[in-house]
């Protein structure tokens, strides 16, 4: 069993569409993670969240701690969005989802 | 360009191999994280440096082994290589000892074992 549960493995969604990409993880954590990777390798950190709500930009990151369990959304989806999401978990050691790969057709 | 650099880019080497990968941070940080992303396995984490000494250890294997220098640049040294290590290395700093601050990633050094 993993220790970080994404879904959907995989999203395709037209531009302007509201995305939202969701992370479970069963193990107790002091941090959650969102990554994005572009179709280049790179990762880039979006956030990091311990409690509530974040915003960045088109982007939106809850947590729910009782129920272990964590969103991203995507307002106005633009096709420079499509990259694999990667939920990560920091406790007593680092878990990471399998990622959900998102494309955006214009 | 984030911040970090980690060299090489690409790396193709033979099984038994020994390579070493190497990670600047970005200025200021004193954390190095070490990942491994492999096509089965996804993304793991490695390894973690802080200002010199080791902070946390993953699923690094023995025949894996990392320091963090002085200047605070880290390499991985991955030895009697076999097919299976054939990765994506990413190295990530941080300028927190914990692993609750934000992070910064490398480019990554893609390894490929021959």
């Known amino acids: 069993k993993n220790e970080v549960e994404q879904s959907p493995q995989n999203l395709t969604a037209q531009e302007g569409e509201f995305i939202t990409i969701n992370c479970s993880y069963s193990?107790?954590?002091?941090?959650l993670h969102w990554l994005q990777q572009h179709p280049g390798g790179g990762i880039v950190s979006l956030f990091m969240?311990?409690?509530g709500k974040k915003k960045h930009g088109r982007l939106i990151a809850t947590i729910n701690i009782q129920e272990k369990h964590s969103s991203l959304h995507i307002t106005a989806s633009h096709p420079r969005d499509s990259a694999v999401y990667i939920c990560?978990?920091?406790?007593?050691?680092?878990?990471f989802g399998t990622g959900t790969s998102l494309t955006v057709i214009p | 360009d984030s911040g970090v650099t980690q060299t090489p880019k690409h790396l193709i080497t033979a099984t038994g191999q020994r390579v070493t990968l190497r990670c600047s941070p970005r200025?200021?940080?004193?954390?190095v994280y070490w990942y491994q992303q492999s096509l089965d396995q996804g993304l793991q984490f490695l390894i973690q440096y802080y200002n010199g000494e080791e902070r946390a250890k993953g699923n690094i294997l023995e025949r894996f082994s990392a320091q963090q220098f002085p200047d605070l640049h880290s390499e991985l040294n991955l030895s009697s290589l076999e097919l299976g290590d054939s990765a994506l290395y990413f190295c990530?700093?941080?300028?927190?000892?914990?692993?609750?601050?934000?992070?910064?990633f490398g480019s990554g050094t893609r390894l490929t074992v021959v």
């Open positions: 990530a700093s941080s300028v927190a000892r914990g692993p609750n601050y934000g992070y910064t």
């Open positions: 969240l311990s409690s």
């Open positions: 990560a978990v920091t406790g007593n050691q680092f878990y």
């Open positions: 200025s200021g940080d004193l954390s």
């Open positions: 193990v107790g954590i002091s941090a």
